[in-house]
């Protein structure tokens, strides 16, 4: 590996922001967290206006399972404590130590993701496929689109550890880093807005 386990003394205390282009891609990173924003929202409208319209087949409540769906919750919930772990070891300089939390992050991830592809299997098991009624079509894609994004987080983080194991923690990866951070944070925010909207709105109705 060509990073140095510590290089306290060669970068500031928070690299990723010591030069105007780590600025300047952190704040272009929010710009862009905006939009999405904007995205999600509307998906979220389009679920509200729709689950209700579960024609012939099973509605929310015969469907959930809510304890496999607060498991994945969880999980998904400590994978953004592991990335908060891995940038306070970005700003001590702690590379080993930030890789770690950074590998952790990307396994809570897949976790995550295993168990959301099987629920949704559980569900096409049970007669609610993606065209089943408008209630299902809004609820994969809502739900499906999240699952995209923690797949895109995982490639993107898995990618940003190939470049510290390449060219060590610098100004220039180290925003990397940070801004992936933000990234998982924000699916992590959503994910919640997701239980609490289409999970538990759909149990109790």
Known sequence: MSAHDHAAGQLPHEPEKA???GRNKIVGFWIF???EVVLFGTLF???LALRGHSSEGPTADELFQLPMVFAATMILLTSSLASVFAV???HQHKVKSMITWLFITIALGLGFLVLEIYEFVEYIHEGHGFTTSAFSSSFYTLVGFHGAHVAF???WIGLVI???YKK????????KVYVSAIYWH???VVWVFIFSVVYLMGKVG
């Open 19 to 21: 030069t105007l282009e």
């Open 45 to 47: 409208s389009a679920y």
């Open 186 to 188: 924000f699916i992590d």
């Open 168 to 175: 060590g923690l610098t100004v220039v990866t180290a925003p």
């Open 33 to 35: 967290l905006g939009a």
């Open 162 to 164: 190939g470049q510290i």
């Open 88 to 90: 306070q070891a970005l």
């Open 153 to 155: 987080g995982v490639v």
